[in-house]
């Protein structure tokens, strides 16, 4: 049975940072593009990052670039999101995802692309 778990949300001030981990088992990150998105209260679910399975390439959303960063652990099979400079507009839900196994690199900003999705985590951006 597959699962993806994400963890390491939380409440953080405006300027603070935050780790985000999502634990996948019964898949290899490796072998698949991951993603996160976010959904914020009241707004529809929106792309974040992805990490393509090979080369390291990443894909980021225009709002969190430079702010954001994407990593894979192949070793223990998880993909992270490292957070800093965070903002109000920071505060939403968020989801790792899995695409299918050796997925060809288009339209990794589409929800549609990935198979496999996490139950989120929250976090909450206030002073």
């Known amino acids: 049975q597959v699962q993806l778990v994400e963890s390491g949300g939380g409440l953080v001030q405006p300027g603070g940072s935050l780790r985000l981990s999502c634990a996948a088992s019964g898949l290899a990150f490796r072998n698949r593009i991951t993603a996160w998105f976010r959904q914020a209260p009241g707004k529809e679910r929106e792309f974040v990052a992805a990490l393509i399975r090979r080369g390291g390439i990443t894909y980021y959303a225009d709002s969190v670039k430079g702010r954001f960063t994407i990593s894979r652990n192949d070793t223990k099979n998880t993909a992270d999101l490292q957070i800093n400079s965070m903002k109000p507009g920071d505060t939403a839900v968020y989801y790792c995802?899995?695409?299918?196994?050796?997925?060809?690199?288009?339209?990794?900003?589409?929800?549609?692309?990935?198979?496999?999705w996490g139950q989120g985590t929250q976090v909450t951006v206030s002073s």
């Open positions: 995802a899995a695409s299918p196994p050796y997925s060809i690199t288009a339209q990794v900003m589409s929800e549609d692309k990935y198979d496999f």
